[in-house]
Every structure is written in C-alpha cells, then in structure tokens.
C-alpha cells in the first residue's frame, strides 16, 4: 500500500470519527427515533457469507432457527424493542460510501423484521462507531447512511446458538427426591427418615456411608437447575462413553445428565435428555455432576 494512500485512508478514519462526534454533540434535537406501527414476529438476521439466523415469535415465545429452539427470551425482547425503535443521530454521509463504514456486501449484516410474512423493515448494518457505542446502517434500502444508537453488529451478528435459551432445565430443589451416579463411583441418595434427610445406597443395596447432611442438602440442591455456556450442533458426534452420568427424579419428570469430556483447562462437553444439543457448561458446573459419595460423607 503506497504512503498516499495510507494517508488517504487515516484522513477519511479521522473524519467519519469527527463527524460521529459531532452527530453526538448535537444532543437531542438532532436525533430521531423510527417507530413501527406493528410489533414485529420475526426477524432475519443475514451475515455476508449468507448464514440465516432466523428468529421467530409464537403465542408471545420467541424461537430461533427452522428446529423453534427456545431463544433467550430477555435478549430477543431487548433486541426485537431496539430495532422496532430504532433511534438515529443523524446521517454522516447521503452518498453511501458503503465500504468505507463496512455497509459492502462483504461486510455488512442484513436484517429484515417482519409481521404476519409482512416485511416491516429492512437495514444494512455495517462498522461500529469510534465510540463503539453506535453503529453505522442503511434503512429500508436508503443510499443514505446514518449513525443509529447501539452497537448493533456485536448485537446482531452471533451464531444460531448464541440466541437460544441457556437453560437446559430448571426445577424446584425441593421436587427433587431421587439421585443416581454413574462414573467411576456409582451411588444413590435417597431421602428417608422423619424427618426426612438424604441418605447414600451403593449398587450392592448397602447405606454403609455416613452422609453430612448439609454438604449433601447443599449439593443436591446445585442439580435442581442447569445452564449451558453455548450450544453445539444437534449432529455434532460425541464420545460414546461419558465421564460420569446423573439420573435425577423430580417426580413427574425424570431428567439424565451426562458429562463427556474436558474441553481445554475451564470447560466440558454435555448433553442431557432435556436438550437436543450437546452444549458445553464452566469446568465449575461441570464438576457438579462428578461429585465423589466421598466428597459428601462426614
């Protein structure tokens, strides 16, 4: 690259920069909010290499992609509310310059929401502001780009997964009157007595471990509820054995946890009858579900 052009380049960075400034500066006269007149039950999310996240809304419960995943419902309330109103501070070019603010087709994120099939509005979604704290698009197909409020490409461009609701499942601790461990030590708790408190059955039907009673309570406790840190393919191909397996009975629903195999030093691969997705969870909440009968005697 010749020195004049890098020149070039550095003076346009420094006023798009400048111009953002001064967008902000003007305060609230100079920005807008565009509002839709309908709430919108879907959106389209499509990155430049024509990945679809597709992000649609049921009986008031928002799904992600062709198989209705469960989506993050805060996330995709939040996300669905900023760009139904969106707010622009101002335009910063009316001649398009699209591959200067990362609005080319190489660069820029396409997002359409919809109502009922019906299109309500179309953006092109390009690089973050200097601030970092707006970004730079395109609405409903204008040449003109604008400086909208929000860091949409962090937002907005995402895979499939990171969409979806992280919790596997979650019940109330105390439905929960049944635990099995497989693994290198395979036990039972149980809850007996009056009043009733947990206590270990080993595969030969003994109850030979005297429990701590808190440290038991405690742990048991932990299980009621698990969240993934992300989601994996649906065909990813997983170890045939697991690590160590949980069955837990809640009553009316009977759930297996299996743990698989340590990824890196801080997480683990898992899959439970709850999901149909292997996910990986925290070495932390991993090792939850590899807990020594030993770990909780007295």
Do not use: H
């Amino acid at each position: 690259m010749t020195a004049r052009k890098i020149v070039l380049l550095s003076s346009i960075a420094v006023l798009s920069a400048i111009l953002a400034l001064q967008i902000l500066l003007g305060g609230p006269a100079a920005a807008k909010t565009l509002t839709l007149k309908e709430s919108p039950d879907g959106i389209k999310i499509t990155a430049p290499s024509g990945t679809e996240v597709l992000l649609s809304k049921r009986n008031d419960r928002w799904t992600v992609g062709t198989a209705s995943y469960p989506a993050d419902p805060g996330l995709i309330s939040s996300l669905a509310e900023s760009l139904s109103n969106l707010k622009v501070l101002g335009t910063v070019s009316a001649s398009g310059a699209e591959e200067r603010f990362g609005l080319d087709k190489a660069s820029a994120l396409s997002v359409e929401l919809t109502a009922g099939g019906k299109t309500l509005r179309k953006l092109k979604v390009g690089k973050a502001s200097p601030t970092g704290q707006q970004s730079y698009a395109t609405v409903d197909g204008a040449k003109e780009v604008v400086l909208v409020s929000g860091n949409l490409g962090e937002s907005l461009g995402k895979g499939e997964g990171d969409f979806r609701d992280k919790n596997v499942y979650a019940f109330g601790a105390d439905t929960l009157i049944g635990v099995s461990v497989q693994g290198d030590e395979s036990y039972s708790l149980v809850k007996a007595g009056d009043p009733a408190v947990w206590k270990a059955v080993t595969p030969s039907g003994g109850a030979d471990t005297e429990m701590d009673a808190e440290k038991a309570g405690s742990w048991v406790s932990s299980l009621a509820s698990l969240r993934a840190q992300s989601f994996l393919s649906d065909d990813l191909t997983v170890p045939a054995t697991a690590l160590a397996a949980v069955n837990l009975d809640f009553g009316s629903r009977k759930v297996r946890v299996e743990v698989l195999e340590k990824r890196g030093d801080s997480e683990y691969l898992m899959r439970c009858s709850e999901s149909p997705s292997p996910f990986t969870v925290s070495s932390y909440t991993a090792e939850k579900y590899l807990k020594k009968l030993s770990e909780l005697a007295k």
